[in-house]
């Protein structure tokens, strides 16, 4: 919990190389994202890093053990990667990427598979696997979600860097703000996050999971939340021009 909201806040802490990703970020970061969002106290969840970095992708040491594994081993090894960006995305609480600084491979994807991104103007991003020979697939879904297939193409193939005003521009990021005002960003983020309803945000989260994957039933999900008591509560402190009162599970 942090300040004035219950908030999990979770910072990726290798400054010594940038926040890169190896086998223990991948499982503490994926383990750690499942525990808050299923912690009913939390209600947003805001992901950063510690140092000038966000995250710088992959890490070196990690990469060379990669060199020498099989298929097999590869592909096991993608999908520890895959299932940290499914549960961020699948999360039921709001996940804030608060960008920091450079946000490289797999980091710009862990932006891209937040639900609200903000970043400092001196952040930093590129889909830079090309230039190592490789390609950024496991983020793929996520990235092209936010950017779209043009962008994605443009800056997949040819791995070039690009600032937070461009990233603002191609939708990776929501917000641009001076790196001192960062955290004051944030907090306008999380009070209007912290005043939704829970259920509904979750909700929210499953109907566009399920119109990515072409089965969401927009009709039927309408009329469950409608009949909810959440929806129930939300609607009637509408009419009666107060604040809804949010029942939490405990």
Known sequence: ??????????????????????????????????????TSWIEAIVLTGNGKSFCAGADLEWMGKMVGYSHDENLADAKTLQT???????CPKVVIAA????????????VAAC??????????FAF???????????????????????AARAYFTTGRRFDAATALRLGLVQEVVP????????????TDACSAGPKAIAASKQLLHGLAEGTADTAEAIASIRVSPEGQEGIR???EKRKPVWKRDS
């Open 115 to 124: 639900d609200y991104a903000i970043a400092s103007d001196k952040a930093t």
């Open 1 to 38: 919990m942090s300040g004035a909201f219950p908030v999990g806040r979770v910072t990726l802490n290798r400054p010594e190389v940038h926040n890169a990703f190896n086998e223990r970020l991948i499982h503490e970061l994926t383990t750690t994202i499942r525990r808050l969002g299923s």
């Open 237 to 239: 402190a509408f009419l």
């Open 179 to 190: 790196g001192e005002d960062l955290a004051a960003a944030v907090n306008s983020v999380l």
């Open 99 to 110: 960008v920091n600084g450079a946000a490289m491979g797999g980091g710009a994807g862990l």
């Open 84 to 90: 940290l960006f499914e549960t961020i995305a699948q």
């Open 128 to 150: 830079s696997e090309v230039k190592l020979g490789i390609i950024p697939a496991v983020i793929s879904p996520f990235v092209v979600e936010k950017i779209g297939l043009g």
